[in-house]
C-alpha cells in the first residue's frame, strides 16, 4: 500500500462546475498537507499549504484536511478551462524533509 | 525573483552514456530535492540535500546514480550507463530555511534512452 493514495482520473467536468480531488493517507505521523498543480511539461507548483487539520481557502480553492480519517481534499469552485492540470497531494513530518506525493489527479475543464 | 532552473530540457541519449542533469535552486534555498516522474507516475524521491549536511541518497534507485552540490548551490545530478528504464522527466526542487515542505520545482528535464 502506498503511503498517499491518489485517484489518477482523468476527471473532466464542464466550465463552471465544483470539482472535489482527493487523497488518502497511512502515516498518521504527517501534519504538513500540500497540493500541487503541474501543467504539461512544466514543473509542478505549490497551490495550497496546510498544517494539522481544518481548512484553508485561497480565491477559488479550498484545502480539507481530516487527519481522523487520514483523507485530504481539494475543492475548486467555479472551475475554467485554465484549472486544467494535474493536481498532485503531498504530505510531509514535523521536522522531516520528505514529502510523499501522491500519482496525481488529471482534471479537464470543458468550455 | 528567478524560480528554480534546470538544463537541459531535453536529453536524447543512447544506452550505456553518462549523462549529467544541472539545478540551480533559488538563492537562498538551503534544502535542494530531485525527484524523478514518470509517464502517469507520481514523483519519486531521490535524494535531498540540506546546508552542509550529509545529504540522504536513501531513493536513488542504483549505483549508477550520484548527485553532488557544490557550494551549497548548484546541484548535478549524474546517471551513469543509461538504460531506457531511466527515461523520465527529473524535477529538482528547493526550499527555504524551516520550510521543508514547501517546496518550489524546476521545470525539469526530459531524460529519452534511446
Known amino acids: 500500500q502506498k503511503e498517499v493514495e491518489q485517484d489518477p482520473g482523468p476527471l473532466s467536468v464542464p466550465e463552471g462546475a465544483i470539482v472535489s480531488l482527493n487523497c488518502t493517507y497511512s502515516?498518521?505521523?504527517?501534519?504538513?498537507f500540500m497540493w500541487y498543480r503541474q501543467y504539461s511539461r512544466k514543473g509542478p507548483e505549490l497551490l495550497m499549504y496546510?498544517?494539522?487539520?481544518g481548512n484553508k481557502e485561497d480565491g477559488r480553492f479550498t484545502a480539507q484536511v481530516d487527519k481522523s480519517s487520514k483523507y485530504i481534499s481539494l475543492f475548486i469552485r467555479d472551475s475554467q478551462p485554465s484549472d486544467s492540470a494535474t493536481y498532485l497531494c503531498?504530505?510531509?513530518?514535523?521536522?522531516?524533509?520528505?514529502?510523499?506525493f501522491g500519482a496525481g489527479t488529471r482534471l479537464f475543464v470543458k468550455a | 525573483g528567478a524560480g528554480v532552473s534546470q538544463s537541459p530540457s531535453n536529453k536524447v541519449t543512447e544506452k550505456g552514456k553518462d549523462v549529467e542533469l544541472r539545478c540551480d535552486p533559488i538563492?537562498?534555498?538551503?534544502?535542494l530535492y530531485w525527484y524523478r516522474q514518470s509517464l502517469g507516475q507520481g514523483l519519486e524521491f531521490l535524494i535531498y540535500?540540506?546546508?552542509?549536511?550529509?545529504?540522504?541518497k536513501s531513493g536513488l534507485p542504483s549505483d549508477r546514480f550520484s548527485a553532488e552540490r557544490t557550494g551549497g548551490s548548484v546541484s548535478t545530478l549524474t546517471i551513469q550507463r543509461t538504460q531506457q528504464e531511466d527515461s523520465a522527466v527529473y524535477l529538482c526542487?528547493?526550499?527555504?530555511?524551516?520550510?521543508?515542505?514547501?517546496?518550489?520545482f524546476g521545470p525539469g528535464t526530459r531524460l529519452t534512452v534511446l
Open positions: 496546510t498544517y494539522s487539520s
Open positions: 526542487a528547493s526550499s527555504p530555511p524551516g520550510l521543508a515542505s514547501e517546496q518550489f
Open positions: 540535500f540540506q546546508g552542509n549536511s550529509a545529504p540522504d
Open positions: 503531498a504530505c510531509g513530518n514535523t521536522g522531516g524533509f520528505k514529502t510523499i
Open positions: 538563492s537562498g534555498h538551503t534544502a
Open positions: 502515516n498518521s505521523a504527517f501534519q504538513y
